[in-house]
T-cell receptor
Framework: DSGVTQTPKHLITATGQRVTLRCSPR?????VYWYQQSLDQGLQFLIQ???????AKGNILERFSAQQFPDLHSELNLSSLELGDSALYFC?????????????FGPGTRLTVL | AQTVTQSQPEMSVQEAETVTLSCTYD???????LFWYKQPPSRQMILVIR??????QNATENRFSVNFQKAAKSFSLKISDSQLGDAAMYFC??????????FGGGTRLMVKP
């Protein structure tokens, strides 16, 4: 158990819908990262938050957005869903410093868009 | 932008034997970290081993070791005395100064009893 929790575990929805994925980092971790694992794109970095502020952006679509709340949990919002958004979405967290910080991964949320 | 390449989509090893998984990367940075992650059927991402680019000594964690060739930008993973529980997808990952991970496409390792 990495200490990172993600809810829900599974999500099935229809095209055009909007969903929210939730992540709680390990106790004390200030950074949260979101990754997407799909069959055709592999594992891709989406976005990073550090103590409530957006720190880095990767290949995140404009239909996707995220935020980190004062209690440090984070939410990834996916809207106008398409079939290709079906994937495993991972959240990871790391500690306060930027150097030599292992990212601890949550169990993932499997999103299926029908 | 950094890229990470794993040229072996699948590998197979006999139980108790040794196997090496390959990884190459491309970067213009001098300070970075490299990782191998294991993803078993449960899909959990598990850190296997990491290497700091400034360290010349290859990292070792029990049966897992790396061969880090900085000039060649190569970072292979050696698994000794392979066990059935080692069967999984293995991902090589590069971490830049901003702490962002770039993953390779993965290698599926099968362990034959």
């Amino acid at each position: 158990d990495s200490g990172v929790t993600q809810t829900p575990k599974h999500l099935i929805t229809a095209t055009g819908q909007r969903v929210t994925l939730r992540c709680s980092p390990r106790s004390g971790d200030l950074s949260v990262y979101w990754y997407q694992q799909s069959l055709d794109q592999g594992l891709q970095f989406l976005i990073q938050y550090y103590n409530g502020e957006e720190r880095a952006k990767g290949n995140i679509l404009e239909r996707f957005s995220a935020q980190q709340f004062p209690d440090l949990h984070s939410e990834l919002n996916l809207s106008s869903l398409e079939l290709g958004d079906s994937a495993l979405y991972f959240c990871a967290s790391s500690g306060a410093g930027l150097a030599d910080n292992e990212q601890f991964f949550g169990p993932g949320t499997r999103l299926t868009v029908l | 932008a950094q890229t990470v390449t794993q040229s072996q989509p699948e590998m197979s090893v006999q139980e108790a034997e040794t196997v090496t998984l390959s990884c190459t990367y491309d970067t213009s940075e001098s300070d970075y970290y490299l990782f191998w992650y294991k993803q078993p059927p449960s899909r959990q991402m598990i850190l296997v081993i990491r290497q700091e680019a400034y360290k010349q000594q290859n990292a070792t964690e029990n049966r897992f070791s790396v061969n880090f060739q900085k000039a060649a930008k190569s970072f292979s993973l050696k698994i000794s005395d392979s066990q059935l529980g080692d069967a999984a997808m293995y991902f090589c990952a590069y971490r830049n100064a901003g702490n962002m991970l770039t993953f390779g496409g993965g290698t599926r390792l099968m362990v034959k009893p």
